[in-house]
């Protein structure tokens, strides 16, 4: 055990007078303070692994963090394979079972994560040997198997799925492939049939290929002494195998030819994600780097910044709007403006997004904007080094980045030294409105006609069209006409005749339904029944707790979210009792108003639209007059948010056909609902509505 | 900006658990009485100026509660020399930030700048303690404010009323019978003259320690330091009346209606020793082995064998005069709370038989000093540190040693100190329960 020694001083100095000061103004800031940033202790194993070591003792604890500096890997036909090696990884190793890992890990209170690129972890001083051996041990020799490989597998195939009608998912992975193209690292796309063509034998080769010492670097941090360091790694981390990983080509990202929009449709879009990018080659060591990140800053980099201030504080198009530019040694990189905006002013934000680039480029940026951002940048720079991590990345990146060795003890000097012709040319070096592609992903029957109107610098922007995986396209068809003389009331009253016919649905009193849907391993039920008396109870458990509870009987009813009760409103309850109906087609009809907005595919088939209400729509099938699906927009913290639920597998009961698959979408999530009863006028009594 | 009462039970859990390392301080008075302590640590150009005031809700009028939180909202509201508004972006212009908090026992006020702005940050802070105004249009926003704040953490939060509900129930006499929030109507009824009087009372210079902790120069910052705060005049010593509660004999039982929850909740609290003395370190340890984390004994036992607890927590309170120790749950499906009070009662009962395993009690160890090192890994988390240590605990190092007492707390001790405080008629059993509803 280690003795602290303990310094108390207590000063006998008495300060009898006080200088003069002015206190009516705020002090005058001192000069940029210089970085007492350690130089790191090294040497470097017969293997190639170089470590670097920082001595901290005032605490006593050690960060590690072993990072493989390699080059971005292609995956190609297997994408995915990488993330499959990573999740794989930090499981045990040959010689510790899974579960004896995490147990001794927990008890030491330490904490340990591997990855295909690197590892990390941090404990104690006092366990360092232990938790640094358990680290090597489990990078070094892990234990894949086939039951953790299909485990993980499953999971990732899982993520793929829940993502296929997240606009959000799909715009990165379209901008991404578009920036970078497909054959490159940062554009290649991981789909299910790619993660499919990986097997175990392919995440072997990938930790056997990639995960070696040539281009690596273990950082040690903390409360340790050199020599027991040098010691214990040199132990460790010898059996390392020297290797080099695998070098290969890929295609150099290049900018559009002239300045276009391309669009990716989706349908189930409620809000657009519009994201200028462009090519940049900007590498850390770059004389303007400062300069590039400064106008970044001011153009994009907070609520500070302007677009912020433009599209969401000036217009209100969107919740919040940033732009982010990148340094990378190996390969250029997108520099990108970006915002989520409602449908309706989809081509407005470009318009405006390009306007505030084109701006920062010809007029010099104010004095005010950069002294805030340069404050900002110093203050947010200043205070990230008390994280031992960014100390440890600082180190790193001088080695990596190939930086001048007092590259970060002159950062905030240079900050301040950054003037605004500085940062205007770095906006006209690293920003493009000539040659920059416009992704937007919306949905196309309610934008694109604006956006093929949308004008900048006098010139009409084309719009080029692309699929959900980045291909080519053609532009999407939405004009089908209506048949003639086709109503609303057409469309009803063929459903209500196919699915039972009026006399029958007005017959049913009540219907009790029970459902089932996976998530994440876990059974999610799905209880419901109505009466045609305005009650509605709708019970959403997993594992037999209930989630969330929505009862109405009448004009009173209540709402259970995850133990919280909470009484509905008045128009919550005018909500439900319009959904509460057994068969709101019934009252739709009666109701009027409601209009045909046009025919849209729907999974793959022909739908008439509806429009219900401002909020609802609902499609039914041109063919077979069935519904199949209904869109709802609900708030959820001041933001649009799409509930969609199509129906499928229609199968009668009692005479009457009813939906046996429901799959419902709210956000990036999807349920796959299968009924696994339906009663009509019979399991459903007065109490359930208490 | 928002500024926050630390209700939320976990926070404080980590500001009392200083740590013991090297961290090497100075400690001095100004004639004016005021108290500074520097710990100088140049490993990274950050610098934080607080100050801590010992006033807090137990020193307020019975008639006047809300008044040491009303403060905290107060004294952001602009000095002689800083314009109203003007005091959140003088701190972010200077790439800073900061906040304050309010409890029982003190107030605190904070900022963190890179170090080239400490003047700043020793002007803003002598500014607020020296003349700050306390005008109506200040006091009138406020008032706006902390209703808000009210409504937002008790009124309308689950199980947001509960630490007022104990502490009621908890002390009869002592001042920690009120929440920190107070009272809305005293604050409504309050005058101008009132909130003068409890600022020339308590922000006076003998009440208060300034911490400078981060990379600044020694000799040069003394001298700030006296140039700013040596000419604010000092105050009348302070008339603190010691309240001594009579110990709880019979179990005190309440329940509460929260017409914001929807599962019940079963409160177990009992009033343990002030936050100094070493049975309240014990008490720390004894919460930690029974529900922090998934392999702590109530929660594998309720939530992940038995499965009859939604959620289960234990979180000692240190105040100090008396601290306060709630064990709860929240029970899942057809349990009752009964079943959770019942397991509850089984698992205190076996600490106070048994010994804890040797292989737990190498676990809480380390546990403990895992949080500690960390809970202290920042400058702005040193100072706050510090003062504390200094005005509640009265020993400015226990920053480093505070780890030795947990080092030394035995297995016995363990067991002693759960027989000694942790008994069924010493308690406050609240029942804490969702509305009732009308029959129709």
């Known amino acids: 055990m280690k003795k602290y020694i303990v310094f108390t001083l207590l000063s006998l100095f008495v300060f009898v007078s006080h200088a003069q000061i002015d206190r009516t103004k705020q002090p005058e800031r001192g000069p940029a303070p210089e970085i007492n940033l350690q130089e790191p202790a090294r040497f470097e194993l017969l293997n190639g692994l170089k470590v670097m070591v920082v001595e901290n003792h005032k605490l006593p604890r050690v960060r590690m963090q072993l990072t493989i500096d390699n080059p971005p890997i292609l995956q190609g036909n297997k994408a995915g394979v990488a993330d499959l090696t990573s999740s794989l990884l930090g499981k045990g190793s040959k010689s510790i079972p899974k579960d004896d890992f995490y147990e001794e890990v927990d008890f030491l209170g330490a904490s340990i994560s591997i990855g295909d690129q690197g590892a990390s972890a941090s404990c104690l001083s006092k366990y360092f040997p232990r938790v640094l051996e358990l680290m090597a041990d489990a990078s070094l020799n892990p234990n894949f198997t086939q039951e953790e490989f299909d485990k993980e597998k499953d999971r990732i195939l899982t993520g793929i799925k829940s993502e296929e009608k997240d606009v959000s998912a799909i715009a990165t992975r379209v901008q991404l492939a578009l920036a970078y193209g497909k054959g490159h690292p940062y554009g290649e796309i991981t789909s299910e049939e790619t993660v499919n063509n990986v097997s175990l034998a392919d995440v072997e080769q990938h930790y056997r290929n990639y995960f070696v010492p040539a281009n690596a670097y273990l950082v040690i941090i903390g409360d340790v002494e050199f020599d027991n360091v040098q010691e214990l790694v040199t132990q460790f981390f010898t059996p390392w195998t020297k290797a080099v990983p695998p070098s290969f080509n890929y295609s150099k990202p290049t900018d559009a030819q002239y300045t276009q929009i391309n669009f990716v449709d989706v349908s189930n879009a409620v809000q657009s994600e519009v994201a200028v990018q462009n090519i940049t080659e900007l590498k850390m060591k770059d004389e303007d780097y400062l300069d590039a990140l400064l106008v970044n800053r001011i153009l994009g980099g907070g609520s500070q910044a302007r677009l912020y201030k433009n599209l969401r504080e000036d217009k209100g198009y969107t919740y919040g709007s940033y732009s982010g530019i990148r340094a990378n040694k190996y390969s250029p990189m997108r520099f990108n403006a970006y915002a989520q905006v409602r449908n309706a002013v989809t081509d407005s934000s470009v318009v405006q997004i390009l306007d505030e680039i084109n701006r920062i480029t010809n007029e010099p940026v104010t004095d005010e904007e950069l002294t805030n951002a340069k404050a900002k940048y110093a203050g947010n720079f200043v205070m990230a080094l008390e994280n031992p991590e960014t100390i440890a990345n600082y180190a790193l990146n001088i080695e990596t980045e190939d930086l001048p060795k007092d590259f970060y003890k002159t950062y905030l000097e240079r900050i301040e030294a950054v003037t605004k012709d500085d940062v205007q040319k770095a906006a006209q070096k690293y920003f493009s409105t000539t040659n920059a592609r416009v992704v937007v992903t919306g949905k196309g029957s309610e934008v694109l006609e604006n956006l093929g109107k949308v004008n900048f610098n006098d010139k009409k922007v084309p719009v080029l069209y692309y699929n959900k995986y980045a291909s080519k396209t053609e532009e999407p068809n939405y004009d089908v006409a209506l048949p003639e003389g086709l109503t609303a009331a057409t469309v009803l009253e063929k459903y209500i005749e196919v699915i039972g016919g009026k006399t029958k649905l007005e017959g049913v009193e009540s219907y009790a339904m029970l459902a089932e849907a996976e998530m994440q391993g876990m059974t999610l039920e799905l209880e419901m029944k109505k009466t045609a008396k305005d009650q509605f109870m709708q019970d959403i458990k997993v594992m037999g707790n209930s989630m969330q509870k929505q009862v109405l009987d009448g004009d009173k009813g209540y709402m259970m979210a995850q133990g919280q009760r909470k009484d509905l409103s008045p128009e919550e309850i005018e909500k439900i009792k319009e959904e509460s109906a057994a068969f709101p087609e019934l009252n739709y009809l009666s109701v009027g108003n409601i209009t045909v907005e046009g025919i849209e595919p729907v999974g793959g088939k022909k739908a008439y639209k509806l429009k219900i209400t401002e909020k609802k729509t609902v499609f039914y099938d041109v063919e077979t007059g069935l519904k199949l699906k209904e869109t709802n927009i609900e708030e959820a913290q001041g933001q649009p948010m799409t509930n969609t639920l199509e129906y499928e597998d229609y199968r009668e009961v009692s005479g009457i056909m009813f939906p046996f698959k429901m799959v419902q979408t709210v956000g990036p999530q999807s349920f796959d609902f299968q009924v696994k009863e339906i009663k009509v006028n019979e399991g459903v009594s007065a109490s359930d509505f208490e | 900006m928002k500024r926050y009462l630390p209700i939320a039970l976990f926070v404080f859990l980590m500001g009392n658990f200083a740590i013991a390392q090297k961290v090497v301080f100075e400690e001095y008075d100004l004639d004016n009485g005021l108290h500074v302590i520097l710990h100088q640590d140049n490993g990274a150009p950050v ?158 210079p003998n009440n208060a320690v300034l911490v400078v902790a981060g990379d600044f120069e020694t000799e040069k910052t003394k001298k700030m330091i006296s140039d700013y705060f040596g000419p604010i005049p000092k105050g009348a010593e302070i008339q603190r009346n010691e309240v001594k509660e009579e110990p709880i004999t019979n179990t005190i039982m309440d329940t509460y209606h929260d017409p914001n929850i929807q599962i019940p909740a079963i409160l177990l609290a009992y009033r343990t020793p002030g936050q100094a003395e070493r049975d309240a370190y014990v008490i720390n340890m004894i919460s930690t082995y029974l529900s922090d984390g998934e392999s702590s004994k109530l929660y594998k036992k309720l939530v992940d064998e038995k499965k009859i607890a939604l959620q289960i927590f234990s979180v000692p309170i240190d105040a100090e005069d008396y601290s306060s120790y709630v064990v709860g749950g929240l029970p899942v499906g057809e349990n009752s709370i009964q079943d959770i009070k019942d397991e509850i009662d089984a698992e205190i009962l076996k600490i106070q038989t048994d010994l804890i395993s040797e292989k737990d009690y190498q676990k809480l160890q380390n546990k403990f000093e895992n949080n500690f090192v960390n809970a202290n890994s920042s400058i702005a988390g040193i100072a706050n540190s510090l003062a504390e240590n200094y005005m509640l605990r009265d020993n400015t190092n226990l920053i480093n040693t505070e780890i030795d007492i947990y080092r030394s707390i035995t297995r016995e001790e363990i067991r002693e100190v759960a027989k000694k405080y942790l008994k069924v008629n010493q308690r406050v059993e609240l029942e804490y329960l969702p509305e009732q509803k009308d029959a129709n």
């Open chain 2, 47 to 204: 610098v934080t100026t607080a100050v801590m005031y010992h006033v807090g809700s137990k020193d307020e009028n019975p008639e006047k509660t809300g008044f040491a939180h009303f403060f905290e909202h107060l004294l952001f509201e602009g000095t002689k020399n800083i314009k109203r508004g003007e005091w959140d972006q003088i701190v972010s212009s200077n790439g800073g930030s900061g906040n304050a908090n309010t409890f029982l026992d003190r107030t605190y006020y904070y900022e963190t700048f890179p170090s080239n702005s400490l003047e700043v940050g020793l002007w803003l802070e002598s500014e607020r303690l020296m003349h700050p105004i306390i005008g109506q249009v200040g006091v009138d926003t406020q008032k706006e404010v902390v209703q808000e704040e009210r409504r937002l953490r008790v009124d309308n939060s689950p199980y947001g009323a509960f630490f007022e509900v104990l502490l009621k129930n908890l002390y009869t006499k002592h001042p920690y019978r009120w929440g920190v929030i107070g009272s809305l109507d005293h604050l409504a009824s309050a005058t101008l003259d009132d909130f003068k009087e409890f600022n020339k009372t308590f922000y006076v």
